[in-house]
């Protein structure tokens, strides 16, 4: 038993990293979960809208999950590494590879998002033999050197150093662009003449790949018009470009009218990168590329953990279980029910200025009211009010004005009213102080 008498929030300042921020100004310690509530040390239940950021993508204490684990657990083998066959992670491979659409796909498996768009990234710029890359302005791909380089968000970007030259494209965050005025067809029209515009003047032209996220999940969901990718595809086409879709958010169906957050696009990405839902909760992310791209390293390369056998066991069942039960059904469904509910309180409370997104994955933007001035006070009061009303939200945007809902796609009408109840109370605290 733990007999030190120090908050444990003292605690955890003293001894990890100062950037690593605490939501709430009282900050919650989960010491239980069933589906999509948690339970915190102080006996407090939440119905969590984040999900452990988008990674408990089926909820909590889900059985099939568990058994699957236990049963890894029981033959004794934690790990071997990928010295040795692992027959879990083989079969999530070829599950994961006829799910992409990929022609020839092959995948590689990593512990997290970040290296699954580190490994994007040598791929591309060794398949290509070029160290230029395009990424959307506002995007996060992850926390080290080289997905910093290609994160375009002051807020997430500790470093400028950088393995690869980037050019920033417009397009991911309509709501905030200088196009935002105009309609979807010429706000496609323009970000693209703006893409080639980045290509003639600020690359030689032989560029490795675009990254883009389908939704910026960190950047505040926002989500473009659907098209956008396709209208960019066909420029990266005619230099030979590879596109890489990281789907660490937006991957399993949670978009609800597709399983990958590209298909709303009509276009099948060179590679997509995912993590998160996956594994439920599981350290396991990866990547899925047509083979010619994921063979080309010449030289070994090795994640230790990567696709070991606890995490693939979870995993495989994580995805059946997604699968078997129509979760992105389910997303789609409640998508609509969440939207709708979002759209009558922001008709209420001039502090919203925006509702966005797709299926389970919903932004709600807070501004000034009466004009679109980023609001991040709003969004603390609703961070803060919400939890008071016994609901877990997510927070983001490059002004850490956007409220994030994302929660387990094994939610029920019932929980989404009750959802948009607390939202609506804490809407209406931010909307009062707001005025
Ligand atoms: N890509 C996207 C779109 C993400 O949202 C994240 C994590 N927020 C990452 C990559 C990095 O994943 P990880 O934190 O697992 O390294």
Redesign the pocket.
């Known amino acids: 038993m733990d007999d030190n008498q120090t908050p444990l929030v003292d605690r955890h300042r003293a001894v990890l990293p100062s950037w690593l921020a605490l939501y709430y100004a009282d900050p919650i310690e989960i010491v239980s979960a069933e589906g999509r509530h948690v339970t915190d040390s102080t006996g407090t239940t939440y119905l969590d809208f984040f999900a452990g ?2 990674t408990n993508a089926i909820g909590y204490d889900v059985a099939e999950i568990s058994d699957a684990i236990r049963r890894q657990l029981d033959t004794g083998v934690l790990h071997t590494s990928t010295l040795y066959l692992i027959r879990g992670q083989v079969e999530l491979a070829e599950k994961i590879a006829k799910l992409s659409n990929i022609p020839d796909a092959k995948v590689f498996f990593t ?7 580190e490994t994007a990234l040598m791929l591309c710029t060794q398949f290509r033999r070029s160290n230029q890359v395009l990424a959307l302005r506002n ?6 050197f080289g ?1 910093v380089a290609i994160t375009g968000n002051r807020g997430w970007s500790a470093s400028s150093l950088s393995p690869v030259k980037v050019s920033y494209v417009h397009g991911g965050y309509p709501y905030r662009s200088p196009f935002g005025h105009l309609s979807d067809v010429d706000y496609i029209r323009a970000c693209t003449d703006d893409l080639r515009e980045i290509l003639q003047t600020t690359t030689s032209g032989d560029v490795a790949c675009m990254i883009a ?1 389908p939704i ?3 950047g505040g969901f926002c989500t473009p018009p659907d098209g956008l990718f396709a209208a960019f595809k066909d420029v990266l086409d005619e230099y030979g470009i590879l596109l890489v879709s ?5 991957g399993w169906g949670r978009t609800g009218e597709h399983f990958w957050g590209m298909d709303s696009h009509g276009v099948t990405a060179d590679i997509m ?1 995912f ?2 839902g996956l594994g439920n909760g599981l350290a396991i ?1 990866g990547l899925v590329a047509r083979a010619d791209v994921m063979d080309c390293l010449t030289a070994n390369s090795i994640s230790t953990f990567g696709g070991n056998p606890v995490a693939t066991a979870g995993a495989n069942a994580a995805l059946d279980f997604l699968l078997d039960n129509d979760l992105q059904g389910n997303a789609a469904k409640l998508g609509v029910r969440l939207t709708e509910g979002l759209h009558d309180i922001a008709a209420r409370h001039p502090v919203v200025g925006d509702v966005r997104g797709k299926g389970l994955m919903i932004g709600v933007e807070l501004v000034e009211p009466g004009g679109r001035t980023p609001n991040a006070k709003a969004a603390m009061t609703v961070l803060e009010q919400t939890r008071a009303h016994g609901l877990l939200v997510g927070k983001g945007g490059m002004h850490n004005n956007v409220i994030r809902l994302a929660p387990p796609m094994t939610l029920t009408e019932g929980e989404v009213d009750e959802a948009l109840d607390a939202l609506g109370h804490a809407i209406a605290a931010a909307d009062g102080e707001a005025r």
């Open positions: 950021i988008l512990n997290s998002g970040t290296e699954a768009n995007s996060y791909h992850g926390r080290a997905t996220e910026q999940g960190v990281d789907e660490v958010q937006t990168t993590a998160k992310g």
